[in-house]
């Protein structure tokens, strides 16, 4: 069976969501909430029976920041917002109820032997229907283990899959799905799955290009391995534009690769304009363009092209949280704030955007709401209310400079790297420890190291001899024109 909405079709037989010609990935717990709103459109499904679908067994960390999570997923999915939506309608306290017109469209008629019932017309619920049954049997779909489904990339299906085996394909599925979740450990397991898809057909040129972008978001959660697993990346995606130079995810990779390890801005600006040329409406390609031109100190024109994300996927929190950040960047801390308040607007629990306000509403004197913002990230980085309530107990300049100082206490007990302490320490005056640790960090080769010119707590720095010297070695610029000469 299949349903229709808009301009999507959701294939419940085949787990698979559609937008017009393309199918839209999605994690699991998202899809189960859109399969339970979209049987019953128009009603409401209270969060309570959410949690039985979601969790049937009863086992939950956290209940409410989980279904939040999951409905915020699933909004990204459909480009639907939280204040003005067009499918998803908030009954807060309540539930959701599901906005649009669905139709029910049978493939095939069911097998109704035994049963004494006849098939129900199309978009027609029997009434004997109970929701609550319905959430328990779609509960199980969530122990189903080939769920090819995650979040939204704008890519489609790609053809070449036709030319694997059903083990294969399955493989190329399943690592498509997993390789789209944020967890370490569903990472290293889509890597598994290319690696059974790249044994089986070697020259499979798009398993080579997810594997590269698998390794790459792989690598950020580790930090012992960071550059091999990155330089494997770049491997992969060299292999793969061998096989197929018109790879955009290929060519995406390699971009960051040379840019995050080789520190190449120009080689990195090379290769992710190849990527932009081939898919120019990818929201994922236009941020890591917006990365490169950060990077090379072209702060204006990497906001461009995170605001060209937004309008890709403006539903996205994250795409938006993003955009907060090269504005507040670029000083344009007006439009940081505001951005950073919608990117909060659909998830209230993001942290970095709670980070992103303080110091934008901080340089343009709003003090007081820059405490307030200190507070929620302290409340969600897990500080006890006793210690925001004695640090942060006026809306002061002072209570900002305990903040700081709480920020950079936890960092150093909690293995933090040598360019995340320099960071921590500018604000406070620290310059020399600032100093030094850079050159750690440099040493290090840190693959954030490469947005120098672009983080602003690094202002008091620039113009010290010191500091200009380390930018030259690098081969950034500190004037925030960056390298637009020799690119």
């Known amino acids: 069976m299949q349903l229709q909405f808009d301009r999507y079709?959701?294939?419940?037989?085949?787990?698979?969501?559609?937008?017009?010609?393309?199918?839209?990935?999605?994690?699991?717990?998202?899809?189960?909430?859109?399969?339970?709103?979209?049987?019953?459109?128009?009603?409401?499904?209270?969060?309570?029976?959410?949690?039985?679908?979601?969790?049937?067994?009863?086992?939950?960390?956290?209940?409410?920041?989980n279904l939040n999570s999951a409905v915020t997923s699933l909004r990204a999915v459909l480009r639907d917002s939280a204040r003005s939506p067009r499918f998803i309608e908030t009954i807060p306290r309540v539930g959701y109820r599901f906005l649009s017109t669905v139709?029910?469209?049978?493939?095939?008629?069911?097998?109704?032997?035994?049963?004494?019932?006849?098939?129900?017309?199309?978009?027609?619920?029997?009434?004997e229907t109970r929701r609550a049954g319905w959430l328990r049997a779609i509960a199980g779909i969530a122990a189903l283990a080939a769920i090819a489904l995650a979040a939204t990339t704008g890519l489609?299906?790609?053809?070449?899959?036709?030319?694997?085996?059903?083990?294969?394909?399955?493989a190329w599925e399943r690592g498509q799905f997993l390789s789209e979740r944020a967890e370490k450990d569903d990472l290293?397991?889509?890597?598994?799955?290319?690696?059974?898809?790249?044994?089986?057909?070697?020259?499979?040129?798009?398993?080579?290009?997810?594997?590269?972008?698998?390794?790459?978001?792989?690598?950020?959660?580790?930090?012992?391995?960071?550059?091999?697993?990155?330089?494997?990346?770049?491997?992969?995606?060299?292999?793969?534009?061998?096989?197929?130079?018109d790879l955009a995810e290929a060519h995406c990779s390699l971009g960051l690769v040379r840019l995050h390890v080789d520190w190449d801005i120009q080689g990195a600006g090379q290769a992710i304009e190849r990527a932009r040329s081939l898919q120019p409406e990818h929201a994922r390609i236009q941020l890591a363009t917006a990365s490169w031109l950060a990077a090379a100190g072209r702060l204006d024109e990497a906001v461009d092209a995170a605001r060209h994300a937004v309008a890709l996927d403006p539903a996205s929190y994250l795409v938006r949280a993003d955009l907060g950040w090269f504005l507040l960047a670029a000083g344009r801390f007006e439009e940081a704030v505001q951005e950073s308040r919608e990117a909060l607007a659909v998830e209230p629990e993001f942290l970095p955007a709670w980070s992103f306000l303080v110091p934008a509403l901080e340089h343009l004197g709003r003090t007081g709401e820059a405490v307030n913002a200190a507070k929620e990230v302290m409340r969600l980085s897990g500080a006890d209310p006793a210690t925001i309530d004695t640090l942060l107990s006026s809306?002061?300049?002072?209570?900002?400079?305990?903040?700081?100082?709480?920020?950079?206490?936890?960092?150093?007990?909690?293995?933090?790297?040598?360019?995340?302490?320099?960071?921590?320490?500018?604000?406070?005056?620290?310059?020399?420890e600032v100093v030094s640790r850079l050159a750690l960090s440099a040493e290090d080769r840190d693959p954030f190291l490469v947005f120098l010119p672009g983080y602003r707590e690094l202002d008091p720095l620039r113009g010290d001899a010191r500091f200009e010297t380390m930018l030259l070695h690098l081969g950034l610029s500190s004037d925030r024109q960056g390298l637009r000469s020799s690119l």
Do not use: C
């Open 9 to 65: 079709r959701l294939d419940l037989r085949a787990r698979e969501l559609w937008r017009g010609e393309r199918r839209v990935r999605m994690q699991e717990k998202p899809f189960l909430v859109l399969v339970a709103l979209t049987r019953e459109p128009g009603e409401v499904v209270t969060r309570e029976e959410l949690r039985d679908t979601l969790w049937p067994d009863g086992t939950v960390v956290d209940f409410d920041n």
């Open 103 to 127: 139709e029910a469209l049978e493939t095939r008629a069911p097998a109704t032997q035994g049963t004494g019932e006849k098939p129900a017309a199309p978009g027609v619920r029997r009434p």
């Open 156 to 170: 489609k299906s790609t053809p070449q899959s036709a030319v694997l085996d059903d083990e294969a394909r399955t």
């Open 188 to 245: 290293a397991r889509a890597l598994s799955a290319f690696d059974a898809v790249l044994e089986a057909q070697p020259e499979f040129a798009p398993a080579l290009a997810a594997r590269a972008e698998t390794r790459i978001r792989l690598a950020f959660h580790q930090r012992d391995d960071l550059r091999e697993t990155l330089q494997r990346a770049g491997s992969d995606a060299q292999a793969a534009l061998t096989l197929d130079d």
């Open 395 to 432: 809306p002061s300049t002072d209570a900002l400079v305990a903040y700081r100082q709480w920020r950079l206490d936890a960092a150093r007990s909690g293995g933090a790297t040598h360019l995340q302490l320099a960071l921590l320490h500018a604000p406070l005056g620290h310059r020399e």
